[in-house]
């Protein structure tokens, strides 16, 4: 083959790989983001799965490149590849859905393990297998730039994922096309794999590259030179999934705004690697330290919080800080004897930064502190960074002590008036008592990250008052007040701090659907609303669509689905299949009610494109309550029958819902956030 031939060929490989490697995450995440809630924590514990076996990939090049002769390389790596074919398709198995019982992290680790384990472990191993090939030829003085092709691919991929490849395919159809595609990349790293043993084991080796060539050191690493391989690639993916986290919990609840970050993060490793020429300390260096202080301020401060403010100055600051910490990794790359050496520290620390932010942090800090933690690191590993400079040495000391300071405030502010503070899995719960006026005013609140959950008042004549969200001339008010005057059926899609209980009559049955363990704890343990309510208390622990869906028919009278006011909105509980599923659970007079209150996102003709393409009929109900407790509203509520929405109080609270023009009916596999942001 000719030289030109060659590179394309192991061009192509890496390329593949790569856009392989970062396509499969969105892809398979979507496939098992409902059966966990539609949680943001989904995507935190799935990078944690993939960075954790991109190290198992990197180790495996550096000891198989160090270990064994071209031949048995070769034996051994097509043999896995033809061996990954078995997990082909990678559409997840039904098996795998939770019950509720599981602790959803192991479960996700387990199921991402069993269903795409071995190919995404191929395609990682492929990056610095075939670089370590590379740099035995004559253009290996080039073989970094390849590092930034693989994450110039990766970048592609993830961009395009949900521009181009979500809106125009199904689930199963992406799963096929993307398993038809690792096909094609088999035959590709099977082919490079091949030439290269066919090759080299004959005497035909490549011209190596001579020592020191772009600067490159020839001398052994030092310790600290792996050190610093480990802390830097550490910091910059803590920083990614801390930045990630504080943006979705504490500033946002909008999933897709992961896909920023991360794309941030990769770009700075496509310029960092391409070439020297665009990591420059004079510019990098000045703009990092001032973004980390920045982003420290705001972890304290209102411009931390508001969307606004918080998003620009958090994404600039995680490019500005990537660039630094990838920038002088890049600075600090080894010879090629060290490659695959290099690319596994890289990995280990990423995998090292994401396992503490995405399985330690959880268990052990009681909020989302993890942010201001690792900007404090940043400053002290710049400061390492420029021990033999004392001026850079005392401002880089000086920035960890600011962001220290920035996140006890953090702490403090928390921790100010908090009766109970905890994390899991789905996020941080904050209880607190908010001291209004005169004691009949006082109140007790519940939020999950920024968003109130629900409050109730702790004057004991007051207890059992309906409050926030669920005020007598709310939609929901209105569609409990209009069901039968029988005992009812009640479900409750959502609990909060279960404040729809304070309608419940003897003889009402409740039946709530909770995610959350601890939810149910709070709602126990620090309101009294399931407590005080003559109504008989149903409990259903775990994703609410995946119980329903087992579950026979409950005859309800009213269904309120109250997930969308915040946090992660649970797409797979606003589609029309799920919509198939409430209806198989309602009376023929019952109510549907959508709680589709939210800052960002419009989902009132969501639900109506919906429910119309099923031949039902639509409510918007928009309240603006009077009284003291009670927030604006807007529910949408859902009929089978005309009549139970156009009489009475329900048709005199409606209004007209606000066309989007464009938009269909979603589905599992076709919906777009994107498409409904105000």
Known sequence: MRPASIKALFAGTIFTSAFLLFLVQPLIAKQILPWFGGSAAVWSICM?????????????????????????????????????LAFLPIVTNARWKPTGAEDPTLWILGLLLGTIGLPYFLLSTTGPLVQSWVARTPWGAQVYRYFSLSNFASLASLLSYPVLIEPRSTLVQQAWGWS??????????????????????????????????????AAKPRIADYLTWLALPALGSWLLLAITNHITQNVAAIPFLWVLP??????????????????????????AAVMLALCAFGL????????????????????????FLHGEMSRLRPGSAYLTRFYLMLSLGGALGGVSVGLVAPHVLPAYYELGVGL???????????????????????????????????????????????????????TLDTLRGEAKDHVRQMYHGSVKHGEQYLAPARRREPTTYYGPSSGVGLAIAAAPARSRRIGLIGLGAGTLATYGRPGDVYRVYEINPEVFDLADSEFSFLADSPARIERVLGDARLALEREPPQAFDVLAVDAFSGDSVPIHLIT?????????????????????????????????????????????VHDEPSAEGLRNTDWVLVAREPGRLANGAIRLASSKIEQIAGLEPWTDDYNNLFGVLK
């Open 48 to 84: 944690v799965f993939f960075q954790v076996v991109l190290l198992a990939g990197y180790a495996y090049s550096d000891w198989i490149t160090r270990r064994l002769a071209a031949r048995a390389q070769a034996r051994l790596h097509v043999g896995l590849l033809l061996a990954s």
């Open 180 to 217: 038809i595609a690792y096909g094609v990349f088999v035959v590709l790293c099977a082919g490079t794999t091949l030439y290269v043993a066919r090759h080299w084991a004959a005497g035909a080796h490549p011209a190596t590259r001579k020592p020191g060539v772009e600067g490159m050191p």
């Open 262 to 287: 991360l794309s941030v993060y990769l770009l700075s490793f496509v310029l960092t690697f391409e070439s020297d020429r665009w990591y420059r300390r004079a510019v990098f260096v000045p703009l």
């Open 300 to 323: 304290q401060d209102s411009l931390g919080s508001n969307l606004r403010t918080a998003l620009p100055i958090y994404v600039v600051g995680l490019f500005a800080l990537c660039m």
């Open 376 to 430: 404090t690191l940043c400053a002290l590993i710049a400061a390492v960074l420029w021990r033999q400079r004392r001026v850079g040495m005392a401002a880089s000391l000086a920035l960890a002590g600011a962001c220290a300071w920035f996140l006890a405030l953090q702490v403090e502010g928390d921790a100010t008036g908090a009766r109970r503070m905890q994390r899991n899995f789905y996020g941080t719960l904050v």
């Open 576 to 620: 029309s299949e799920a919509m198939d599923v409430y209806l198989r659970h309602m009376r023929p007079e019952g109510i549907v009610a959508f709680h589709v209150t939210n800052r960002f996102l419009a989902l009132a003709p969501v639900v109506e494109k919906i429910a119309l393409a099923k031949g039902l009929h639509v409510a918007l």
